[in-house]
């Protein structure tokens, strides 16, 4: 969808509910068809994160997590209508915006959960606080490109390839009360290293960047994430802030990864990473 021009372009025409159905519809009855080892790659991981639940709800998972895939592609088009228009709501929404307007620099923790850059886009809308986001771009150029272009209409600062981490650090040590949006959970060699799901893996990747910044600086971690409670609609919920100036980095993965580590598997069929790795694989 990205990387068709006009498809990018009737998405952004139609009104958001309607581009939101029709990019889950897209998702779930053509690219589901198309991705078919992604699809059964999903499958595998999925019962080995629900072994609880029978094949036939295993599979409703599937079908639903296609569709919130396909929505999400098709919301970057609208994700200013998406923030001014009521469609998200807050778990504790006083506590939470409490937390964003207390002082110092924050690093805002998340994983590929219900629609991440509605969430980037949501903390941005809901405070004052500088912000940055990191992410890696997608290998096709044109895609790559739309892409940027999209997130930097929503996300303030995004930054990525050589010289991110001297304008992370720059970011969070000039700019007051500074906020740098991370994903945790991002994928290498079909595997992830966050989440743990019981694997005894020391951090890495992303986390193990954030912990350093997070010493380096004085800056106190907010875990969140968003759920997709029905077509265009979401909820976030967040964790109590984690100061590393009074916990290990032990301690604070622990409570990390507990957190979004649950979230990944409660709510599997909105997680991206479950159709990109490999969980019958040994971990480097």
């Known amino acids: 969808m990205l990387s ?12 958001a509910s309607v581009a939101s159905w029709l990019g889950g519809w897209l998702s779930a009855h053509v690219a589901r068809r198309q991705m078919k080892l992604r699809d059964q790659r999903a499958r595998t991981n999925l019962a080995i994160l629900r072994p609880d639940l029978p094949e036939a709800a295993q599979e409703a998972m599937l079908t639903r997590r296609w569709i919130n895939l396909g929505r999400t592609m098709a919301e970057l088009t609208n994700i200013d209508r998406l923030i001014e228009n009521n469609h998200i709501t ?28 509605l969430l980037a886009a949501h903390i941005k809308a809901s405070t004052d606080r500088p912000g940055l986001g990191v992410y890696d771009p997608p290998e096709n150029a044109a895609q790559a490109a739309m892409l940027k272009r999209a ?17 992370i650090l720059k970011h969070l040590t000039t700019k007051d009360r500074a906020t740098l949006y991370i994903l945790l959970d991002e994928r290498r060699d079909r595997q992830v290293c966050f989440p743990r799901f019981g694997r005894d893996l020391p951090p890495s990747g992303n986390l193990s ?45 622990d409570r990390v990864d507990g957190f979004l580590g649950k979230a990944c598997i409660d709510h599997a069929d909105q997680w991206l990473a479950l159709h990109d790795m490999d969980l019958t694989a040994p971990t480097a």
């Open 4 to 15: 068709n021009p006009f498809l990018f372009t009737l998405l952004r025409i139609l009104p």
């Open 90 to 117: 807050v778990d504790d929404a006083a506590g939470y915006q409490q937390v964003l307007d207390g002082p110092g620099p924050m690093i805002a923790l998340a994983v590929h959960l219900g629609n991440w850059d």
């Open 151 to 167: 997130r930097s209409s929503y996300m303030g600062e995004a930054i990525t390839g050589e010289g991110a981490a001297r304008g």
């Open 209 to 253: 960047v954030a912990l350093r910044l997070g010493r380096k600086v004085g800056a106190k971690f907010l875990p969140f994430y968003m759920i997709r409670t029905g077509g265009p609609h979401f909820r976030v919920y967040w964790h109590a802030p984690l100061d590393p100036a009074q916990l290990t980095d032990a301690q604070i993965m």
